[in-house]
């Protein structure tokens, strides 16, 4: 009996290898299709489940099926039930001869590769959630790679873009930066993906992971000039001014040739001079605001004092015409005058009183107003100065051409306001030379705009912009209007 046992199990096991040889046998000979029948049945049957070796076969024969463009259609999820079949193999035997030979593949090439090739297959088929689901597998599979991570978070980008409104933006945002995070750390070196990552960090008000990002960027690709435009744009958009114009001085100082960073700092200072500009004219409405009503309040008061020597009148009257109806009728008037006087001016008093408690103090208003309007001024000047810096640089560049004309442009029509303000006295005093100036101004910014015309004739703004400032030159020419240039 024993000896019987002992060829039945020596049988039992020589009939496990033969099956397993059979199906790696038609795997070495091509045969997938084969193989995978072969294997198929061999999983299937109670006793070969049991064998590691079983589950091992069936998986080194799915990464083959993965692995081949043409055997691949035998079954889209090759990769999958190879990666299932090695942890299968583990299950059935924990502490398995084969272990290690198991983890070593659950970290190997071969599966690897069968996982990026279904990631690939499923990316081009536009199943981009199934893409994502391979590739990211593939990622872990390989700790270490950066192919496998960089196309996981593009996949799930674009599952978000093909899913549209219907799409969970906030679980694919996820996916993607812990993709593309993983790139960065496992050190991939595409500058896209790391502003694309640094980007999205901003989307989501992660202002300072952004930017912790395109530094890192920045260390790993120094010469990037892109790289630090964009972290100068996160800075500005979160509103960080100065920090945005001293990133940007710094990539201009590096490369002073590089008129697209000359430009960039024109168009930063002039958006901090126009903000300098509202904060001074609002601070001037604010004391004009206070102004005008305590002097309503004294013009009321005034009033005021003449219905009461109009009472002091009329009692006067009363006395010596005690019987007089017409002048008791007018007291009655006046008086109630004088109590509709003295409510109005208690609600004025209360709004004067309102703005003093709001720490309103129309000098201090009006000397702020002067300082904000010096200061915006001043900065735009510095813009000015860095838009002439853009054109040494490079004459055609459109927007210093463009920016240049237009702030050329606002100031002439500042100017213009001041003639359009004038009593006739005035003009009729000092007015022919104030608009030679002001004419002169306009004629300083139409060589800008020509230009800028000259390097891109179809932008609407421009051109809209170039036809006003020639039909006002023109109008000054119907006038006679002797054209003189001031100081830029």
Known sequence: MKTMMAVSAATLLSVSAMAQNKALL????GALDKAKTEIDNNVNDPKLATKAKTWVSRAQIYEALANDAKAASLDSNAATVAYESYKKALEVEPNGKMTKEINDALSG??????MMNQGIRRYQAKNYDAAYTAMSMAGTINAKDTTAPMYAGISAQQAMSA????ANRADYMTKTKQQFEKYAENGGRDVTIWASLAQMYNSDKETDKALSTLDRAMKMFPSNRDLGTTRVSILQSSGRMDEAINGMKELYEKNPNDAQSA?????MYDNNAQQLSTEAKKAADDAKKGGKLTKKLADEKALLDTYMSEVVRLTAAIKKQP??????RQLTDVQAKIAEQKTKMAEIDQQVKAESAKGVDGAALQAKAAELGKKANDTKAIARDYY???????PNNFEANFNMGVGVFNDA????????NMSMA??????KEVEGRVCGKFKQALPYFQKAKAVKSDDSTLNSTLEQLEGILKQFDEKKVACVEPGK
Do not use: P, R, W
Request: proline share 0%; aromatic share 6%.
């Open 26 to 29: 038609f795997k070495e000979q």
């Open 109 to 114: 090439q071969m599966l690897y590769s069968a």
């Open 163 to 166: 899913k549209g409104e219907g």
């Open 263 to 267: 430009v960039n700092l024109g168009i």
């Open 323 to 328: 019987k007089s109806a017409e002048l008791k």
């Open 388 to 394: 002439q810096k853009a054109l040494n640089t490079d």
């Open 413 to 420: 029509v500042e100017m213009k306001s001041e003639v359009d």
């Open 426 to 431: 005035e003009y009729t005093k000092s007015g």
